[in-house]
């Protein structure tokens, strides 16, 4: 890892954005590394926990957003709830996720098309078509088979439907997505 | 009238942020005002003298310093002025760093700021009287609360020094949470050997009387005079026939009571002495676990007690007794394990605190000193020692260091090491703090010797798995979340105040801080010192303390008791309460509102009745002042007048 | 409880894979006399894939079924879903937080939401609304030598400022219900641990490392069979325990029900009913070992005839010596 | 002399000398910075602040009053600060009849180790009198 210069490399701009965006002040962190010692993804991540805070203090905006960890953070809320400072670790997490979308810098193809799936599976049906978010998921992520094994099992279980269950609302649900786009493209 | 007005730039501090020319400028125009100037430092002894000189050259009656806090320098200029043949209450301090420099930004408004509070403390210096303080006897008593290390050496010099103390403990022995420790830091000497004759000097020496099981009901008076109520708890014990032979200790039936000594690690008797060494060596019965109390049946101890000291009808004796100072050591308290639920200490056997550790070390304690786990008794092989637990941890309120943690587990992982040679330590720390001598130092022995592995990270959940206690942190060093299998796992529990920090404070009229802590007069200058006169601080009850501090601050606050009990009589202070009985008309409204009852009434010879104000007794609060419906009595130096005056030299334009 | 009526909110997933659930949980409020209605119409609550995209997006997709509700005249939801419950929580909280917020997500809203629903989880109503008592009270069968371990997931309780339920780190509810309906629940460690949630498509192994611990702690804490009240944690448990099994070299093999589907076997419903025969990992051999409470007492006396000897001694002799004391 | 009548407003501030007017002299040292408005008059106990010496600075020029003390049960004079209280609520009730908002007088606890909640309270307080505007906008009052 060759050396970050600091006067010239700190993105001041990036460490208020996500201030500003998750409400939360990242200089209240100091580096205590309970968030890592709770993640239970910290073995997946590329940068544990307490570092992505760690870069986000140091404002290493192209490391964080370029990182796997921040996709693979599922939420579950161990460190917001552990944190001594009081930080809500997991919604800095999210507005990360959120602010790499944006930026179209996602790092993990496979979960946001996993993502983009279920949402639109959503905005056309206004409800989950689950078999579909798979299909569609497989398609997109060229991982045909993914999930293939588990078919049968669903299946004779009849634990669900072939067929979408749209609902009336579904344009109103549609056009939520719809004002909201354009929201996001007024305000860039 | 003549008044000078000194402007002080203290340098930066207030010249960087005001004008101090334009101040003694503007100043210099008020009514009144003959002479008006700056200076570098007003403290210094040069600026002091120029305060003297100008009021000998300018013949100046009133002074004005416009400079930092009159609670920093206020006395100091009295004198000053008293020097220079004043009366040392015509004077007055306008407070422009404080309250002005060092909190606005802005030259011009600082400035303009500064002015006004300078024609404020003019206008009232005009009105300021001479008042002469007079003096009274003082009791050359001393009440020392809390018997531990501090409480002790403060009872101890001051008893050495010839005073006459009272040493109030509220458990049954003193000797406090040292008498507790195994070993003390960084030296490794015996904790008990090195506190026990201290113990034995206060039970003998001629000069102590020792309270122990004793708690404070209730404080009166004033410094050099209070007055206090000592509760005696009940021990169900005759501690004159009591022996301290432990026969009763042996045959109690009553075999699962809480151990409050040894901190609930193993049980004790319902009839107990805390400890081998305990001071005074007397047994007390704990009525919540007694089956006498409990079940109105048993008396075992009664039965075999030799000298028939046991007494189940005993009830609390309330004592008064007076003095003339107060040192209060009350000590602290631990954070309560449950705090931290997902350490699950008090769940888990095996997740212990240091203080219950230290019992386990210790020769005279539950296990004689060999380390076992609780839960099975086993010897452990591997120990994780969590530093921090609950310190430096706002999401629990507790955002400070405890400050001796790191080193007591230094402490506790090396004797680990001697005591189970085979075995290996694992400290999770976020810094270690070991500023003291030595402190480092034995720090890193700990590693380099010991071997004891610290790991830079907190630890996030503790867990069970077969027999063993996985710790689960992380290293922040390498970056990875880490896990151990613990036999035992010790937390360094966070240091709080006591659960009645609170209450006792109030007893003394004594401020605390958020956490509970006694707030000492002035953090750098006046560190065993209270705002309340008489009242001194010494341990950790002012917040948390290792062994020497504490030591340390019971010399220093016994010193202060003997520089105040060196006189015989104390100046009383003359801004006091005072009846012009011309105007009053008896309606004594201001003797039910004093809070010191320090106004009787009083017959006139003509018959009229009339407040009187006790001056020694007069604290001067002016709470009779704003209650007296025709301003017969008035708080000297702050009397209607003075502080109206106050009102309109910055309201009026 | 009869008074009082909630919004029953099944959501996407209780209508697909966690069909199960469903049927527990509304058949149990049913033995409960919990009176529910349903907003018509309902759409998706956004879940996890929404906050990666915007948090006011994803309120609105929450607030627009919070807005159903409140025009049918209720002000509290049952959400069995934690996914559905948390989203519902989190609108619910940063609009009632924030002015600006909440006109932000009603701005992208056919009818603005005003705010006045509170959701709770199933296990939550129970646990708070109807009472331990209440739920011991309508048992009518045992299961004996069943022990369960109670896994509450991730999100039913943390983090505590949105949840408002239970402790964060230490959670009893369940436990609580379980053990007022008779079921033995095990000392379990792992109670919070993530399974891997809506990772089981696209991190595939990930999920199965993280369930595989969560499956072995539960079989070390002596349970054969868990407890679950979320869909995502019962697929990732159930579902894929034979990709568990496939990816870790593993040959486990317990049975992950519904805490509901429980609460129903106790309270005799049939198996179907509450859809035990949904699950992949079969929970037949609980069904079979199911009897009556009569029995299980008649059990219980027998044992108690065979120990009845030794305390009494014990008491005897621990009089005694007090006996030689005095 | 009159304050920078573009930019202050007159706030009058009563502080008991052994909490509040510690507490001021922390968040000083401190260097917690606060709105320049505030002038401070310092008294021994907020027991000692008679309504009067409010009503009188109301009247007589000042947008607002802050009177501080110590904490209940935290009083130097063990209960002043109860005698403060109860004077004070009795205060707020009698300003409307004298024409004068409420909320330009308020009363408040701050310990002489808060300086963090002095410089809170300094500046909410000045931010309140200067919504409320000035007092004496038009009438002049004479000594």
Redo the contacts between chains.
Sequence with gaps: MDSINLSNKTDWSFIEEVAEKSGQNPSLCYQCGNCTAGCPYSHFFDYPVSQIMRLLQAGQKDTILSSKAIWLCATCETCTTRCPCEIDVAHIMDTLRIIARRENRVSEKDIKTFYDAFLSSVKQFGRLYEVGTLLTYNLKSGNIMTDADLGPKVMSHNKIHFFPRSIKGKDQVAKIYERYQDKAKKHG | MRVGVFICHCGSNIAGTIDVAKVAE?TKKLPGVVYSTTYMYTCSEPGQEEIQKAIKTENLDRVVVAAC????HELTFRRTVAKAGLNRYFFEQA?I????S?????K???T??A???V??AVEKVKLNKPLFSSSFKINKRVLVIGGGVAGMQAALDCADGGLEVLLVEKSPSVGGMMSRLDKTFPTIDCSICILGPKMVDVAQHEKIKLYAYSEIDEIKGYVGNYQVKIRKKATYVDWNKCTGCGACME?C?SKNSYDHFNFGIAPTRAINIPFPQAIPKKAKIDPEYCRQFTKGK???CA??CPTKAIDYEMQDEIVTEDVGAIIVATGYSLIDMEKL??Y?GG?YPDVISGIQYERLLNASGPTSGHIVRPSDNAEPKTVVFVA?AGS?????GIPYCSNFCCMYIAKQAILTKDHIPDSQSYVFY?DIRSPGKGYDEFTRRAQEEYGVKYI??????I????NKMVV?????LL????EVEADLVVLGTAVISNADA?HM??KL?I????FGFY?EGHPKLRPVET??SGVFLAGACQGPKDIPASVGQGSAAASKVQALFSKDMLESDP?VAKVNINACVGCLKCVG?C??QAIKEKELRDGRIVADVIETVC?????C???CPCGAIQ?QH?T?NQ??A???A???? | MAEREYAYFSGCSLEGTASEYDASVRAVLKELNVRFREPDDWSCCGSTPAHTVDHVFAAALAARNLRLIEKIGLDTVIAPCPACMTAFKKAQHSMTESEIFKNKVNELLDEPYNCGVESKSALQVLFEDVGLDAIAERVTHALPGLKVAPYYGCILNRPPEIAKFDDPENPISMDKVLMAAGVEVTNFAFKLECCGAAFGVAKREMVNQLTYKVLSMALDSGANCIAVACPLCQQNLDLRQEQVNKTMGSNLNIPILYFTQILGLVYGLPPREIGIDKLVVSADDIVYSRITVEEMRKRAELEAQAKAKKPEKKIAKEEVKTEENE | MPEIASQELRVVGFLCNWCSYGGADTAGVSRFKQPTDLRIIRVPCSGRVDPLFVVKALLNGADGVLVSGCHPRDCHYSDGNFYARRRLEMLKKLLPFLGIEEKRFHYTWVSASEGARWQQTVTDFTKRIHELGPLHAKKEVTP
């Design positions: 503007e806090s009159p609670r920093m407070n760093r404080e309250h002005i060092w909190i606005g930004t802005d011009e408004l600082n303009n700021k002015i006004e509070a024609r404020m045959k039936p048993c008396g075992v039965k075999i639920p997902e699950g769940r921090c430096r941890d706002k999401s629990i976020m830079r990270g907190r630890v996030s959940r867990y069970p798995k077969g689960r942190g992380a290293d922040t970056g990875t979340q880490v609170g404070a109030e009229h401020s605390y801080d958020t707030v705002n309340t801004a509102t809070p010191f604290a001067g609060c002016g709470v002042t704003s209650t708080l702050f209607d502080i109206l106050e009102v309109n910055i309201c009026l334009k």
